[in-house]
C-alpha cells in the first residue's frame, strides 16, 4: 500500500476566511494536498464501516449522483509544511473527514489490484492521490492495523464483482462522488465547525480540540520536533477517555464549584474549552498583563533549576523542582497545558478517582494511595447505581481540590471529613440526580450547617488546611436516619441535638 507513516506536524492559524465548494473523490485525491495532522484520532474505522460507505455508493449509482459528506480543511503556512508532504498546491490539514479520506484511497488501492480490468488512463487517474497520502505515527499501531484489515476486506469484495461492475463503481466513485470541502483559515472556526459534524467515526471529546490548541501553541514557542513528539506519546499513553473524565469531569467541576457557578447539564463542552486557555505568547499573547507574571515567574524557575543541575537531576542528587500546578491560577498555553493534564491525571489515579464504570473490579483493583485505604473501604460499601455514582464524583472533586491546595497533609482526614460532607445529600434525599449535586456542591439549600457556604470555595480560599481537617460534625436532626452503607462514614461522628436542644 502506499500510505506512508510519518510523524507529526502542527498547524498555524491565519486571518478568518470560509471557503466552501464541491468536490468530486477524483479532485480531491488528485488535485488537492491534503496532510492528517498530529492532533487527530487515529484511523478507527472497521469493516462495518467500510462496507456501509461501499454499499451507499452502489445504492447511489441508481440516482446518478452521491455527496458523501463534508470535508472540514485548515490552510498550513509554508514554513510548517512536512517535507513529505507534496507541496503542489496549497497544502490543508484535515480538521474533519480523516476516516472517508483514508478509505477513499483504501477504495482505490483495492480497485487498482483489479488493473487488468481498468483501462490505463483510469489507473493513472486513481494513483494521482494515493502515493503522497500520510499518517502520523502512532505508537500503539492501531491506525496501521485498521487500514491493513480494511484493505484486505476491500479487496476480497471487489475481486467478486465482474468487469463491468468494476467499471461502473469505478467511474460513479471518481466523476459522481463528491464531498463539500469548506477551507476554514482560522483554526478554532474551524474546530467549532467540526464539532457541530455528524460523523460515523467517534466523535472527538472537547479535550481532543483542546490538545490541537495547545499543541500548535507548542509549535509556535517551541522548534524541537523531539519535545513535540514527546508530548503527544506521553498524551496518546494515557486512554481518551481517562484525559476526558480528568479534564471534564474532575477539574471543570472544581473551576465552575470554586467559582459558585453551577455545572451545565450537558457537562463540559467545546463551549468550555476557553477554562484550559490561559497565558499565550506572541505578538497576540496577554503575558505582559500583571495576572500573568505570577505563573511566567514560576515556569522561569522551575526551567532554570532543571537546566542548572541536569547532570544532578540524572544522578538522582537532587529531586526534580515541579512547577506548583493551581487550578485557581492560569493555565500557559502550549507545553505547560501538557505537562498540567500529566500532573492531574497522576494525582487523580493517586487518588483512587474512577473514570470508567467497570474500571475496577475485584481483577482490577484501583491502585490509589495506601493511606486512603480506610476511607475507600466504606465507600466501596456504596452501591454503584447512578446516584451513587453521582455522590463518588463529586467527592472525588473535593478531594482533588484539597490536593491541589495542600498536597497529601493529613489526607486521610480530610478524606474523611469531605467524604461526610458529599454524602450528607445521601442522607436526606433518596434519589441523587446532577442537578442536586450541583446545588450540594454549592450549600445553595444550606443543608450543611456551614458559615463558610460553598466548601469548594472555602478550600480555595484558605490558607491551613484545618479548614477542612477541624470542621465541625455534622449535625443531624433526630428523624433523620443514616443509610446502612453510610453508618460506618458517620457512625462516630454524628452530633444530634440533645433534649435540651429540642425544648428551646
Known amino acids: 500500500m502506499g500510505i506512508n507513516v510519518v510523524s507529526p506536524d502542527v498547524t498555524t492559524t491565519a486571518t478568518e476566511q470560509l471557503r466552501a465548494e464541491i468536490r468530486s473523490v477524483s479532485e480531491i485525491l488528485g488535485t488537492m494536498a491534503l496532510n492528517i495532522p498530529s492532533y487527530q484520532r487515529p484511523y478507527t474505522w472497521g469493516i462495518r464501516n467500510v462496507d456501509q460507505l461501499v454499499s451507499d455508493i452502489r445504492r447511489f449509482m441508481r440516482a446518478g449522483h452521491y455527496r458523501i459528506g463534508t470535508f472540514i480543511l485548515h490552510p498550513l503556512s509554508s514554513e510548517q509544511t512536512s517535507e513529505s508532504v507534496s507541496t503542489a ?50 505508537r500503539d499501531g492501531r491506525s496501521e492495523r485498521n487500514l491493513r484489515e480494511n484493505f484486505v476486506h476491500l479487496k476480497r469484495v471487489i475481486s467478486r464483482w465482474n468487469p463491468e461492475e468494476l467499471k461502473k463503481f469505478t467511474e460513479f466513485f471518481l466523476k459522481q462522488c463528491s464531498v463539500v470541502v469548506l477551507v476554514v483559515r482560522d483554526l478554532d472556526s474551524a474546530f ?55 479534564i471534564a469531569g474532575v477539574l ?50 522551575a526551567d532554570r533549576f532543571r537546566q542548572e543541575n541536569a547532570t544532578l537531576l540524572r544522578h538522582g542528587v537532587v529531586e526534580e523542582l515541579e512547577f506548583p500546578f493551581q487550578l485557581t491560577s492560569p493555565i500557559i498555553d502550549g ?21 470508567a464504570q467497570d474500571e475496577v473490579s475485584s481483577e482490577n483493583p484501583s491502585k490509589h494511595d495506601p493511606q486512603l485505604d480506610s476511607v475507600f473501604e466504606i465507600l466501596g460499601e456504596q452501591s454503584t447505581g447512578t446516584g451513587n455514582r453521582y455522590v463518588r464524583e463529586l467527592f472525588d472533586c473535593l478531594l482533588i481540590a484539597y490536593l491541589d491546595r495542600f498536597g497529601w497533609y493529613e489526607v486521610k482526614t480530610a478524606a474523611i471529613a469531605l467524604a461526610q460532607y458529599a454524602y450528607l445529600i445521601r442522607v436526606h434525599l433518596q434519589r441523587v440526580q446532577i442537578s442536586s449535586v450541583d446545588l450540594h456542591a454549592r450549600n445553595v439549600h444550606h443543608r450543611v450547617d456551614d458559615d463558610d457556604g460553598n466548601l469548594f470555595a472555602s478550600i480555595a480560599r484558605a490558607l491551613d488546611p484545618e479548614v477542612i481537617l477541624s470542621r465541625p460534625k455534622p449535625r443531624l436532626a433526630e428523624d433523620v436516619t443514616v443509610p446502612q452503607t453510610l453508618v460506618n462514614l458517620y457512625s462516630a461522628v454524628i452530633d444530634v441535638p440533645d433534649e435540651e436542644e429540642h425544648s428551646s
Open 89 to 138: 498546491g496549497s497544502i490543508m490539514d484535515i480538521v474533519d473527514g480523516q476516516q472517508r479520506f483514508l478509505t477513499f484511497a483504501l477504495i482505490i488501492h483495492a480497485l487498482s489490484e483489479r488493473s487488468d480490468r481498468i483501462d490505463e488512463d483510469l489507473l493513472a487517474e486513481l494513483h494521482l492521490g494515493i502515493d503522497r497520502i500520510t499518517i502520523p505515527v502512532r
Open 252 to 301: 471543570f467541576p472544581i473551576k465552575q464549584w470554586t467559582a459558585n457557578s453551577s455545572v451545565p447539564r450537558k457537562g463540559f463542552t467545546s463551549d468550555h474549552i476557553g477554562h484550559f486557555k490561559g497565558v499565550r505568547e506572541g505578538a497576540t499573547g496577554n503575558g505582559q498583563f500583571r495576572w500573568a507574571h505570577p505563573v511566567l515567574m514560576a515556569k522561569t524557575t
Open 192 to 246: 467549532q465547525m467540526f464539532d457541530s459534524q455528524n460523523t460515523r467515526g467517534r466523535e472527538l471529546f472537547p479535550t481532543d480540540l483542546l490538545k490541537a490548541y495547545h499543541l500548535r501553541e507548542f509549535g509556535r514557542t517551541n522548534s524541537s520536533r523531539e519535545s513535540m513528539l514527546d508530548t503527544v506519546r506521553e498524551w496518546e499513553a494515557v486512554p481518551p477517555e481517562e484525559i476526558n473524565h480528568v
Open 335 to 355: 507545553e505547560m497545558f501538557f505537562r498540567m493534564v500529566h500532573h492531574y491525571v497522576g494525582e487523580t489515579r493517586r487518588a483512587g478517582v474512577r473514570w
